[in-house]
């Protein structure tokens, strides 16, 4: 951890905060909307490589912290203002309908886990994983999470006039992000993809039985940045 430039604090390295929020505004919440509000929340996995495109830790906390602030500014609902983390098999996940993966490439989780991610799913929860490109990286999270968590089902590329592109903002086009020092080496290009395989955005869903969306898988972009 501290490689990465995070300080755990002396309650719990796994779900207290332990970063700085830069310049990221604090808020209160009234306590009344303590169970009732939206809570960030980032899943927490082991990788097959050390390097911070291809672990959990991709974009934390910046991410996490952006997020919830906009959605405070932004949308009537309540909003959290810190964000929290949880491994896999962390009971505590179940209590929060909204969870984040991100920088899945280099994921590895065991059966228990598969079987904890498909309860969770299965149950109500819903899952955004962000920040992953080229097709090497999408057939290893294909085959080792999604086929594994769900054999049964199969994915569906979202239509732009899908719901989830019409919430705040409507969105004419599926939107393409890459990383911050990317974008900035290629600024007025017009490439926004950062490998040659790419070039496409692709947002991918798994739904269950009624239709309710419990994955939204956000591939060729890093929405996070």
Known sequence: IALFGFEADAQSPRRGPY?????????ELDPKFEKDCFTFVRIMYRSTVERSSMAWWTDFPDADLNLSWRLH???????AP????FEILDKELFKYPFAFMSGVPAIVI???????????????GFIL?????????????????????????????????????NCVFPLKEKPQIPNVGFATRNRGTGITWERPDAETPHYRGITDDKGRLMMLICHNTDLGD
Do not use: C, S
């Not at 059966?111 to 904890?116: G, H, K, L, N, S």
């Open 82 to 85: 810190t964000p929290l983390r």
């Open 19 to 27: 970063y700085e929020r830069g310049n990221v505004p604090e808020w």
């Open 110 to 124: 065991d059966d228990e886990e598969v079987a904890q991610l498909r309860r969770y799913m299965m149950g109500g």
């Open 129 to 165: 994983v962000d920040d992953f490109w080229g097709e090497d990286h999408w057939e290893y999270f294909e085959n080792e999470v999604l086929k594994r968590v769900f054999p049964e089902r199969t994915w569906k590329e979202l239509p732009i006039e899908h719901p989830i592109f």
């Open 73 to 79: 500014q932004l949308a009537a609902m309540k909003v």
